[in-house]
């Protein structure tokens, strides 16, 4: 009896184990993988303006695996007004299941950020750090992110790409997809931003985060 209860929790370990390799990313075959990314988000995953593709370096691994996972079941870059999710999917689909996700996404966010990235926005940040006070409860005062809330890292983050986001958000290109609880979660709060000024606004002040 004794016995076969030692086997029973070995059995139990070894599957635990087995799921957590598995579930964990592999940054070595990650890095294999990016080459197909490299050419939008450049080989230091700092982005490119001129290609509309955002900074990738750094960012949490949990969130880089998810929009993944988004873009490849068509909860994003699957409606035809969000152009740049669109040049997006496909190359989502490069990734062959969740393993390949899980790899890239530990060698993207194991990517040092190089260098803080241009401003390009022009807004009113001091208008913009007041409009911010709301969204530093998920995103964190200095926009470090929270993955205990599900929210990513904005700090570092492009501010095009932040200001071309909360017009997705706003106009349910992204956010309104079913599964995409998360997009969801964050709609309403791009919502409380009234105009493309307020927009502007807060992404110039999201540029100052560090
Ligand atoms: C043809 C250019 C191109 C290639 C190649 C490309 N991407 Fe992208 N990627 C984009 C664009 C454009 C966006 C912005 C989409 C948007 O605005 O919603 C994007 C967005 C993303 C995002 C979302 C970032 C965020 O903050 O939500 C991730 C993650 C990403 N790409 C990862 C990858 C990975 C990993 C690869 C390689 C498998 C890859 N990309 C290849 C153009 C590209
Ligand atoms: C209730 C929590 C919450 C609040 C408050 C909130 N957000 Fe978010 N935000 C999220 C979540 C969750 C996501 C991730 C959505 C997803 O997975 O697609 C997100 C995503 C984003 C993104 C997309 C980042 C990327 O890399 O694509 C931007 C930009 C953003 N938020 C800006 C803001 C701004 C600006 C505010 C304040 C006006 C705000 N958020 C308030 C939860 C929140």
């Known amino acids: 009896m004794n016995k076969l209860f030692a086997v029973g929790i070995l059995l139990t370990i070894g599957i635990v184990l087995a799921v957590k390799a598995y579930a964990a990313g592999d940054a070595t075959k ?19 303006k001129a290609l509309n593709a955002p900074r990738i370096a750094g960012q949490e691994s949990w969130y880089l695996e998810r929009q993944l996972k988004n ?6 870059g699957a409606d035809p007004k969000d ?19 899980a790899d890239i996404a530990a060698y993207v966010s194991s990517l ?3 260098k803080p990235v241009a401003k390009t926005v022009k807004g009113d940040i001091a208008a913009g750090k007041t409009a911010y006070m709301i969204c530093q409860a998920c995103h964190g005062p200095t926009g470090g992110g929270n993955q205990a809330l599900n929210s990513p890292r904005l700090t570092g983050q492009q501010d095009w ?17 079913s599964g995409d609880i998360y997009g969801m979660q964050m709609r309403p709060m791009a919502m409380t931003l009234a105009n493309d000024e307020a927009i502007n606004n807060v992404a110039a002040f999201i540029a100052t985060l560090k």
Do not use: W
Not at 30 to 48: I, Q
Not at 71 to 76: E, S
């Open 30 to 48: 990650g890095k294999a993988s990016y080459a197909v990314c490299m050419a939008c988000h450049g080989a230091d995953g700092m982005g490119n």
């Open 161 to 177: 790409y932040v200001v071309r986001q909360l017009k997705n958000f706003k106009a349910g290109t992204r956010g309104t997809k």
């Open 71 to 76: 873009f490849k079941a068509g909860i994003r």
């Open 83 to 101: 152009k740049y999710g669109m040049q997006m999917r496909p190359m989502a689909l490069t990734l062959a299941n969740d393993q390949a996700v």
């Open 112 to 114: 040092p950020e190089q």
